[in-house]
């Protein structure tokens, strides 16, 4: 009987401290990734194929006559707060593809992409 009691305690507890977290996710912009940015060529990705893949850009700036950056953006983060234990776990991953593009073909790109991870 012991035993059993100190099961169901065992069981309540878990119970009562995983209830108290709570789970946030927060995405914004367009998805990027390694291996669709790697499939860009300058001189000879078109700005259709840009739009196949990514969409239309978060911003589309002229540079000159010719040429025109278009910049994606993309956040992902995740976090998790424990309320009676204290802590709390953040997963960001954050990424910026910038792309020139003149006469409706690519000619320079540059793709940046952050992992941060933090708990306290």
């Known amino acids: ?6 099961f169901f305690i065992a069981l309540f507890s878990i119970i009562i401290l995983s209830s108290c977290s709570q789970n946030n996710f927060i995405e914004q912009g367009t ?4 291996e669709k940015v790697s499939s860009i060529v300058e001189g000879s990705t ?11 850009p978060a911003s589309k700036k002229m540079i000159n006559s010719d040429e025109v950056k278009w910049t ?13 234990i204290g ?25 940046d992409e952050n992992h941060e991870q933090k708990r306290w």
Do not use: A, D
């Open 1 to 6: 009987m012991k035993n059993v009691n100190k």
């Open 31 to 34: 998805p990027l990734s390694k």
């Open 46 to 56: 078109t700005e259709s194929q840009i739009i196949s893949l990514f969409g239309e």
């Open 72 to 84: 994606y953006k993309y956040i992902r983060k995740s976090s998790t707060s424990h309320l009676i």
């Open 87 to 111: 802590e709390t776990r953040s997963n960001t991953i954050s990424g910026t593809l910038e792309v020139i593009i003149s006469k409706g073909v690519v000619t320079w790109y540059n793709y």
